[in-house]
């Protein structure tokens, strides 16, 4: 069993930055690949961005390649989701989640553990 806490969204101004955090219990998260998913209002939860177990390969959407930094400490249990150059259009709820298996980053379904989100606004 994995539980996941999101933290860092807040309101910020369009150009802005965030620093998104997502820690982990259990003792096996090294052994999890990770995702960032959003959901704005209205709309399916979309890819944002994931990372392998031991943080050698990353994966994004392509509205977010080069804006989005995903990074994780393991000896922290911890995946980190830099935002910079923020949109207005980026403003939803973030979760993050995790998979056990390798492969299908880019969808929710093999996802097996989620987060509560955390809510981030960007004004224009």
């Known amino acids: 069993q994995v539980q996941l806490v999101e933290s860092g969204g807040g309101l910020v101004q369009a150009g802005g930055s965030l620093r998104l955090s997502c820690a982990a219990s259990?003792?096996?998260?090294?052994?999890?690949?990770m995702g960032w998913f959003r959901q704005a209002p209205g709309k399916e939860r979309e890819f944002v961005a994931a990372?392998?177990?031991?943080?050698?390969?990353?994966y994004y959407a392509g509205s977010m390649k080069g804006r989005f930094t995903v990074s994780r400490d393991n000896a922290k249990n911890t995946v980190y989701l830099q935002m910079n150059s923020l949109k207005p259009e980026d403003t939803a709820v973030y979760y993050c989640?995790?998979?056990?298996?390798?492969?299908?980053?880019?969808?929710?379904?093999?996802?097996?553990?989620w987060g509560q989100g955390t809510q981030v606004t960007v004004s224009s």
């Open positions: 990372i392998n177990w031991s943080g050698g390969t990353t």
């Open positions: 989640a995790a998979k056990a298996r390798d492969g299908g980053y880019f969808y929710t379904t093999p996802y097996d553990y």
């Open positions: 259990g003792r096996t998260f090294s052994s999890y690949a």
